[in-house]
């Protein structure tokens, strides 16, 4: 598809996304907001609820608190743990059972993105059942409500409890698709700093960079609008002040609320303004070598934004302002040059690796492909890349070449 194709899609797009509900999740936020849903659930009229997660948050004892309380408010509830990374749609359909049998009134997902994904493309087996998951892959094909939902995260970073997409993979795990519709918004969000302050600092630097990419990438696309914009910045300002003080381990309860709000901000501004190559690059990385998401973002983040050059120059600049970093006499040139550097920096100080040397000559031609059908014509990036610029990406990527 030629280019003026590809924009053409875009602003049809960015038209449509206009007359659609982009209301925001309600926000709780703070230490010990989860200890505290139970009553507000209570005031809700909500009565039953399903509460979706994983082994290790069971195993880390993050729901106990929690439980203690439902038991308190008098609540009716079952825990369902058994959700585990890259979710599949048989996942999602022992949820729809388990609601349905216990006559639940709203879905708790507490957990990482695995989770929180799972849980929210249940709601679609819940309330259209007739219908198999798979049919509702892609932009805008649910519309009927899903059940309440609250999305609670225990990692900073996908900001899906904000977004109105659910990623699941196929039953064998190497292909993952997106089922993206505004009805999938969660209704309530709590973000409790009490349950990242145990993470180990992988889980806080990958995560943390990919809530920065989504912000960035957001930006830096043409369909951004002033509410995505401002969301984007929020985020680099909040990762800036936040990110390297909780990887470094400081116990400062603020600092991990403001990681939760940035990664939260993020995933705002990513869902209606779209991702670019940094994503689409990482993405089949991700599938290829197995590598994790935020940390290959990370690497590959910098590397993209050099590749747009001065296109995104002013674009740079002003987020230069945000991470506190920018020189007011220099022009945008040198301040989006200061602000890549930073991102540099901070992936150097987190110990994220600056080229990814596994990737494979061989496999040049299959990555190019994965990332090419991805990016287009969906993505709204500052620049279309050829193949041959994609490809030119995975060597830079790679160490092969500056
Ligand atoms: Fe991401």
């Known amino acids: 598809m030629n280019e003026i194709a590809s924009r053409t899609i875009q602003k049809t797009l960015k038209a449509l ?9 309600e926000l709780h936020v703070g230490e010990g907001t989860l200890r505290q849903l139970p009553r507000l659930l ?4 909500l009565k039953k609820v399903l509460i979706v997660t994983d082994k290790g948050i069971i195993q ?13 408010q008098g609540m009716t509830y079952r825990v369902f743990d058994g959700i585990e990374p890259n979710p599949t749609i048989e996942m999602c359909e022992e949820i729809a059972i388990h609601f349905n049998s216990l006559h639940a009134d709203a879905i708790i997902a507490v957990g990482g993105g695995s989770v929180l994904d799972a849980a929210k493309a249940a709601g679609i087996v819940i309330t259209q059942p007739e219908k198999p998951l798979s049919a509702f892959r892609g932009l805008l094909k649910v519309w009927k409500k899903t059940p309440y939902t609250v999305m609670v995260p225990t990692t900073a ?9 659910s990623v699941l993979s196929s039953a064998t795990g190497n292909e993952k698709y997106a089922i993206m519709d505004n009805v999938l918004t969660p209704d309530l969000a709590v973000l409790d700093s009490d349950l990242i302050q145990t993470l180990p600092k992988s889980l806080i630097a990958g995560p943390g960079m990919d809530a920065l990419t989504h912000a960035v990438e957001a930006y830096i696309g043409q369909s951004n609008t002033a509410e995505t914009k401002e969301h984007a910045k929020t985020t680099v300002k909040l990762m800036s002040e936040n990110l390297k003080k909780v990887y470094d381990g400081e116990v400062d309860a603020e600092a991990r609320e403001n990681l939760l709000l940035a990664s939260y901000y993020g995933g705002r501004a990513f869902t209606r303004a779209y991702v670019g ?11 290829y070598y197995n590598l994790p998401h935020g940390s290959t973002n990370a690497t590959v983040l910098p590397h993209v934004l ?13 987020l230069a302002v945000e991470a506190g970093i920018e020189n007011p006499e220099g022009s945008a040139v040198e ?13 150097e100080s987190m110990g994220i690796a600056k080229h990814i040397p596994e990737i494979k000559e061989t496999d040049l031609d299959g990555l190019t492909e994965h990332a090419a059908k991805e990016a287009h014509p969906l993505y709204p990036v500052p620049v279309i890349f050829t193949r041959d610029d994609i490809k030119e990406a995975y060597r830079i990527v790679k160490g092969e070449i500056e």
């Open 17 to 25: 996304s206009g007359t659609l509900d982009w209301s925001e999740p």
């Open 42 to 45: 209570k005031e809700k009229q």
């Open 60 to 72: 880390a004892g993050l729901l106990e608190q929690f439980i203690m309380n439902l038991d308190e």
């Open 157 to 165: 970073g996908t900001g899906s409890e904000g977004t109105i997409a």
């Open 277 to 287: 190559y940094v994503h689409a690059i990482s993405h089949a990385l991700t599938a």
């Open 306 to 318: 050099r590749l747009f050059g001065d296109n995104i120059a002013d674009s740079l600049a002003e």
């Open 335 to 347: 301040n989006a040059k200061r602000f890549i550097k930073w991102v540099d920096e901070m992936n």
